[in-house]
């Protein structure tokens, strides 16, 4: 009985390595996350300069400039949001096969 167990568990009828699925799924999260990092510091030292360069210049802020900017900003928290969104779609995929092959072996 144990060694028939042991043929169910090493079928190869996937098209996938379930281990690499797991390191892809774990590196979106990972990279989504450096991406927002990017997109802040990109942000933020855009923002320091226009700051600075006002102040050293003697001329006012520009608040346009600032409001305006925004969307660079979130452009990166999307990015965040697809790349996290892959890693739980992969991981949900998984569990799925996982559990449709546990009921056709019941």
Known sequence: MAERKNQRADFL???FNKESVLRIS???NIVGWLVLAAY???WSYSQWQSIYNSMT???PVDVNFIFFSLPRLIQGVMLLVILQAISKALLILLD???N???SARD
Do not use: W
Request: net charge negative.
């Open 26 to 28: 774990s590196m979106a």
């Open 96 to 98: 799925i096969e996982d």
């Open 100 to 102: 449709t092959r546990r």
């Open 13 to 15: 009828g996937t098209y």
């Open 40 to 42: 802040i510091l990109e």
């Open 57 to 59: 210049g003697g001329f």
